[in-house]
């Protein structure tokens, strides 16, 4: 049985380990809420958050590494249920989830990875690092997205969902990896850069982000 201080200092070693990686740029409750909603769903005791050091897809990031795991970590404070992995800061390269997984699997090889994404992830994951071993690691989880609508998918997210796709949790369950699932509608429409925005301008971001985030924030001028 595990202790309550045990539960949270590192990935559980029995149960499924669902992942949601970002670049947390920063932290806010359109990545939080939605991944929340999956834990019971998915029949999970925890979440780890994965912030990545090195985004692959993106150009660069405002707050450094550092500061965005720091905002990772006040926003688990708050919800004993997610947690924190620093493990792609520990590597100089791009953070790519290959890697990541791969590392994760060496360490519990037994154990069923979720990896969850949202809409505008799946779009563009067979644009994704050798996503096709991604796949033989891990079952994806992709929640919606207000403006990424299934009618617009790319072709090509088409043909990966029509090899992939399963409706039901129960499905997932009968393998380790391979599967893809859209988990029930949950409409947070709150991105990073919308708040890195309103900070620029001064708006009000505090119904965006736990509130200890934005107190991190303010405190080391982020984001002007
Ligand atoms: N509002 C949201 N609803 C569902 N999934 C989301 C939402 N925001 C982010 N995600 C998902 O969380 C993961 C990490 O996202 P990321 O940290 O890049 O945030 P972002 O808000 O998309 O950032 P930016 O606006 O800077 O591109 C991605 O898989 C992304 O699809
Ligand atoms: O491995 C890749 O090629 C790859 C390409 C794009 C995104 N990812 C991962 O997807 C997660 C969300 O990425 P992002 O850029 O939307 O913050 C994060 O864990 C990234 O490392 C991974």
């Known amino acids: 049985m595990k202790t309550s201080d045990s539960r949270h200092k590192g990935i559980h070693k029995t149960s499924d380990i669902g992942i949601l990686g970002g670049t947390f740029d920063p932290i806010h409750l359109g990545h939080l809420n939605?991944?929340?909603?999956?834990?019971?769903?998915l029949g999970l005791d925890q979440l780890v958050l994965m912030p990545a050091a090195i985004?692959?897809?993106?150009?660069?990031?405002?707050?450094?590494?550092?500061q965005r795991v720091q905002m990772?970590?006040?926003?688990c404070e708050q919800e004993k249920v997610f947690h924190c992995d620093e493990r792609e800061l520990k590597r100089q390269t791009t953070s790519y989830t290959l890697d990541t997984l791969l590392e994760i699997k060496k360490e519990h090889p037994h154990?069923?990875?979720?990896f969850v994404i949202g809409m505008d992830s799946l779009f563009s994951f067979t644009k994704w690092h050798k996503w096709q071993q991604i796949l033989t690691l891990c079952h994806l989880v992709v929640n919606s997205r207000p403006g990424y609508e299934l009618a617009d998918m790319p072709t090509e997210t088409q043909q990966l969902l029509a090899g992939h796709q399963v409706s039901d949790v129960s499905e997932l369950k009968k393998s380790l990896a391979g599967n893809i699932i859209l988990a029930p509608e949950s409409r947070w429409d709150i991105s990073s850069s919308q708040i890195r925005q309103q900070l620029q301008s001064n708006q009000d971001?505090?119904?965006?982000?736990?509130s200890p985030v934005l107190a991190y924030i303010r405190q080391h001028n982020l984001y002007r």
């Open 205 to 210: 971001c505090q119904h965006l982000l736990p």
């Open 111 to 114: 154990q069923r990875i979720f």
């Open 55 to 66: 985004p692959p897809h993106k150009a660069g990031t405002s707050a450094s590494a550092q």
């Open 72 to 75: 990772v970590k006040l926003a």
């Open 34 to 41: 939605p991944a929340k909603a999956l834990l019971n769903w």
